[in-house]
């Protein structure tokens, strides 16, 4: 196993710098065509890239993930526990929540229900 860190580490260092040198690679040729931006150095593009990553991606470590695609939150199994009619009532009322909050006017159907 430490071998193949040994091994691995160094890879995924060059891999890194690498593809900051691609973000530069990329801002420099697009950016100033487009928007009328400066070029950027290297330095800048890896600040860039880390916080990307912060902002938007994160670092997550590798390993496995599966663990996580049969999660079963209370939602989903109260969901999973209601009949075809309770359902049906959720999904109306979820419509009517996302009109009102999205400034649809109501159906005449729904005014009626009221």
């Not at 091994?7 to 260092?13: H, Q």
Request: proline letters at 3%; one cysteine or more.
């Amino acid at each position: 196993m430490k071998k193949r860190f040994i091994f691995l580490a160094p890879l995924f260092v060059a891999a890194f710098f690498a593809f900051v040198f691609v973000v530069m690679w990329l801002w420099n040729h697009l950016m100033p065509g487009i928007f009328g931006l400066r070029e950027i150095s290297y330095w800048e593009a890896f600040g860039l890239f880390l916080l990307s990553k912060l902002l938007f991606g994160g670092f997550h470590g590798g390993g496995d993930r599966s663990k996580w695609k049969d999660c079963d939150g209370p939602g989903r199994r109260e969901w999973r526990r209601m009949s075809a009619e309770e359902k049906q009532k959720y999904k109306e009322e979820m419509k009517g929540k996302w009109r009102e909050w999205c400034g649809e006017k109501k159906t005449e159907k729904e005014q009626g229900d009221n």
